[in-house]
């Protein structure tokens, strides 16, 4: 009886270990590869209708900053639209990015 006890205890703190690890994910765009690896791990931690949400506020966010950046020629622009895209997406969990987009998405209706 101890033994399946502590077996559950033991599955419990691994779950909460494993979850608080998973809520802790953060983009990583130190370079072009961390960013794509950070994403995918972090996708790959979320459940599916997480992973759905997730997707769409990235591309909110990268349609948001693609509106508000500028540049005088496509070099240029595109270097504008990944700094940009970086200042917002850097270090941020699934969470503040779905956050962000959320916000986004709220400016875009009111106007």
Known sequence: MKKLLLLALC????????????????IDWTNDKTYMISVDKISASLSKDKQEEFSQA?????????????????VEW????TKKLKTYMDGKTADQIIAQAKQFQAEKDKK
Do not use: C, M, P, Y
Request: charged share 25%; no cysteine; glycine share 10%.
């Open 11 to 26: 599955g419990i703190f691994l779950f909460g270990v494993s979850k608080a690890f998973a809520d802790d994910l953060r």
């Open 58 to 74: 990235v591309d909110i966010i990268a349609a948001h900053v693609q509106g508000i950046t500028k540049g005088r020629n496509d």
């Open 78 to 81: 595109r270097e504008n639209f």
